[in-house]
Each structure stands twice: as C-alpha cells, then as structure tokens.
C-alpha cells in the first residue's frame, strides 16, 4: 500500500558558479554523485539526484550556474538552469555568507521575480563565519527577495542539512514515488564516470584550461568475467598548446589524471577499472551545435 501521507516532488538548486551547489547535493543524497571542483561552470548538464525517506522523496536538479552566456555552451547552460525554475516545486537559492551582493545575485533575483514557486534561500558556508555575521547577510538578502523560508547550512560539515530536508518537504505534494528505494541518480552510468574524468581534468590542470574541456565515452564493456571495466575516453580540448599541457612531460598529466580518475569510478562500480584516456583537439567545439551535442548536450535545450 503507498503511504497516503507521502510527499514526492521536485527542488532545483540554483546559485551563481562556485558557491557549492554539488557539494551540498552530494552531502544530502549521502554519495558523490553531481562533481565538484573549485573551478566555475563546472555542472554542465541537470543532474538529478533523488533523495528518499519514509516521508517521501524528492528528486533535486543540479542545474549549471546562471550567469551571463559568452557562446553557445553559455547559452545552453543558461537556458537548462532558467527554464527549471518554472518546472519544480521548490527552489533553493544557495548564496554565499556574505553582505556584499554582486551582479551575478542580482541576476538571480530578477529571474525569481518572473516565477512563482516558492523559494527558500539556503546561506551555505557558515561554518566561515560567526553567528552575528550571518544575521547580517540574512537581512541583506531579505531585501532583495521576499523569500519563503531562510535556512543556514555548511554543505561541507553537513550542519543543518536535515533542517534544510524538513523545509523542502513543506512545499512538496503528496503522492507516490517518482522511483524505487534504491535509485540515486537518473544519470546514464557512462555520462557519470566522463563528469568524473572531467572533474580530475579540472583538478589538475592550470587556471588556462578551465572550461574548455570536454570528455567522451568511445568505449565501456565489462569483460565475461564480471571482475573488470574496460573503458576508453578522450578529453577534447580547444587548442593544440592545451593538447600538450593535458598529456604532460612524457604523459606524466594524463596518467596523474587517469589514476585519480580510475580510483573513484572503481569505487562507484564496485569493480576493477582498466582506464585508457586519448586527448584530442577540437577547435571551438563550444560554439558549435555538432558537438555540443556530441558530448551529451541537447540541442532542444538550447531554445527556450
């Protein structure tokens, strides 16, 4: 029998890059599974992670950072953040403790302006400031939107978390389950393990090959034998000087890569991992609908 007073619905996180929206994510479904980096921009794609208790469930989406789009990447990850705010039930404005609101924040509050779903500004961070600190920053963004709910959270600590649960569910509907017990993310599994060699490419390169990579998946077979992954990936990058700087000395970054890689899909499989990565230029793969495309993105979610 489903639970009468069961709740299901969805709760997007939005935010300006950076202010750790993944992180957050990831402590409240309790696995990694949206990717961190201290790099901006690095969520491309709505990635939708569900949480379950006996209350109910709640599916979030990850969206990439609203900001001002340069090209059409820009434009696509503009355009799949803004249009989520009018298809969910709840959304969570994650901010940073500060008093000083900056042109990106300004943006958001004119978005939230045009929708109607309710609204509750989530204060990450605090566990970088002091109590009367906060009490500042809350009334500082009081001005700025009437918000629904104001909860304080540290996505690193994981301090007021299940608070922040409680008040999702507030604004969810009841009825059934979107999915089983057990499902964490709706991601295809070869989407997430290239967001995860991504994630390392982005941890160890140099500030000048920011977001000018992409990885594809040309191969993932597990052998007969059930014990091992064989998965081929090439990182595409923009210019031939960042082909160099990606391979290394002697290949020494991409092997830096592949193992870091390679030690975390193996963790999330549950199974030995023989990782092959390629590099290959191409230029201005960002501007072009080929092959955003190609590299999982959706040319319908480039128009509004």
């Not at 009334?139 to 959270?153: A, C, G, N, S």
Request: overall charge neutral; glycine content about 6%.
């Amino acid at each position: 029998m489903e639970n009468k007073n069961c709740k299901s619905g969805f709760a997007t996180l939005i935010g300006r890059p950076n202010v750790g929206k993944s992180t957050l994510m990831n402590k409240l479904i309790g696995q990694k599974i949206a990717i961190t980096s201290n790099k901006p921009q690095t969520t491309r794609n709505r990635i939708q992670t569900v949480y379950t208790c006996d209350e109910g469930q709640i599916v979030f989406l990850d969206t990439p950072g609203i900001h001002k789009a340069k090209n059409k990447l820009g434009e696509y990850m503009v355009n799949a953040a803004e249009r989520t705010l009018k298809e969910v039930d709840v959304i969570l404005w994650l901010v940073e403790p500060t008093t000083f609101v900056g042109a990106g924040e300004q943006h958001i509050a004119g978005q939230l302006k045009k929708v109607s779903t309710p609204v509750i500004l989530v204060i990450n961070k605090t566990d970088t400031v002091k109590k009367e600190e906060l009490l500042a920053v809350i009334d500082t963004y009081r001005k700025l939107h009437e918000f629904d709910e104001i909860v304080p959270v540290s996505a690193l600590s994981g301090d007021n978390t299940d608070t922040l649960i409680e008040q999702i569910f507030k604004y969810l509907p009841y009825g059934p389950k979107f999915y089983d017990e057990d499902t964490v993310t709706d991601q295809p599994m070869r989407q997430i393990v290239a967001e995860l060699i991504r994630e390392k490419a982005l941890r160890c390169l140099n500030e000048e090959i920011p977001h000018g990579i992409a990885v594809s998946i040309d191969k993932m077979k597990e052998r007969p034998n059930g014990k091992v992954m064989d998965i081929d990936a090439t990182i595409i990058c923009e210019r031939d000087s960042h082909k160099g700087i990606i391979i290394g000395k002697q290949g020494s970054m991409l092997k830096k890569i592949g193992s870091a890689a390679r030690y975390e899909i193996e963790d999330m499989l549950e199974m030995r991992t023989n990782l092959q990565l390629w590099v290959k230029v191409k230029k201005d793969w960002r501007d072009s609908d080929f092959l955003i495309k190609n590299f999982g993105y959706d040319k319908k979610d480039l128009e509004m």
